[in-house]
Structures are given as structure tokens and as C-alpha cells.
């Protein structure tokens, strides 16, 4: 039992830091998942009140700085509202729409079109687009980073 829990919480790892690059993933809350998955079926004693406090800060951290870098990479690059909400379209659809190359065309194609939408300007529009890059590249590592920590954190927690 215990092999096949260290592989299920392995496997949610892998997910969740493919979901800080791909959205169409759970992202950090398969990372959250993979404790819950190890206090079921291994033990929930590790955790205390620290860890799930960290934790749980982390998820919260996640969820805000997802939306608010890509947010601030759009308007640091002139961008309105149209170009973030463009943007945030993009990068769910980008995937479907355009497969290989979704992922980084889909926000900078949101967002260009949002922004030209409002704006009719394609120097402006073109910039949205790049700023929305920046923020969709900056939010990915932001969110490495912090899913890295929660399982770092998880680590020394079944360690000690």
C-alpha cells in the first residue's frame, strides 16, 4: 500500500508542476492533493499545524500571483483590461486552438486582440501581446518556484 501511495504522490507532483506551465492541469492543487493522499493512506501525524498553515498560504499565494503577474505583464506593457481579459482567454484556449504553439500564442494573441479591440491601435495591440508573454513567462516561474517549495516543505515534514 505504502508503494503505491509514494507513486500516486509522485505522479500529482509530476501534474501539479505541469500545471504551472500548462493550465488545462490542476496545477497546485494536485500538489495539495498528493498530502491528503499521503495522510489517507500513509499517515496524517507528519503535518501539523505549521505545515498545513505554509501550505495552504502557498496554494493562496498561487492562485492570486497566477492571475495578478500575468495581469501586471499586460498593463507594465501599456495594456488595458481588454488585453487581460484577452490575454486570460488566450491561454485557455491558445492549447486547443492552435496546438503546438498555443500555449505561447494563445495569451499574446488574446491580448493583442483584446487591446486592438479597444484601443485600435496594432503598435499598442503588439505591445499587450509581449507584455502578456512576459507576465504569462513570469506567472510560470512564480508558480514553479512556490509548487517546488510545497514539496520541499512536504519533504521535510516526512523526514522529521
Not at 505522479?11 to 500538489?31: E, Q, T
Amino acid at each position: 500500500m505504502t508503494v503505491i501511495a509514494w507513486i500516486l504522490i509522485v505522479a500529482l507532483f509530476a501534474v501539479g508542476l505541469a500545471g504551472a506551465i500548462f493550465p488545462v492541469l490542476p496545477g497546485v492543487l494536485a500538489i495539495y492533493a498528493a498530502f491528503f493522499v499521503y495522510g489517507f493512506m500513509i499517515r496524517f501525524s507528519d503535518f501539523g499545524f505549521w505545515f498545513w498553515l505554509i501550505q495552504t498560504t502557498i496554494v493562496i499565494v498561487v492562485f492570486v500571483a497566477d492571475y495578478a503577474i500575468s495581469a501586471w505583464g499586460v498593463k507594465k506593457f501599456g495594456g488595458t483590461r481588454a488585453s487581460v481579459i484577452g490575454s486570460t482567454i488566450g491561454i485557455i484556449l491558445g492549447p486547443f486552438v492552435i496546438p503546438a504553439f498555443g500555449l505561447l500564442l494563445g495569451p499574446f494573441l488574446g491580448a493583442a486582440i483584446g487591446e486592438f479591440i479597444v484601443v485600435k491601435d496594432w503598435n499598442a495591440a503588439f505591445k499587450a501581446g509581449i507584455g502578456a508573454l512576459v507576465g504569462f513567462f513570469s506567472s510560470t516561474a512564480a508558480k514553479i518556484v512556490l509548487q517546488l517549495v510545497m514539496i520541499i516543505v512536504f519533504i521535510i515534514a516526512v523526514i522529521w
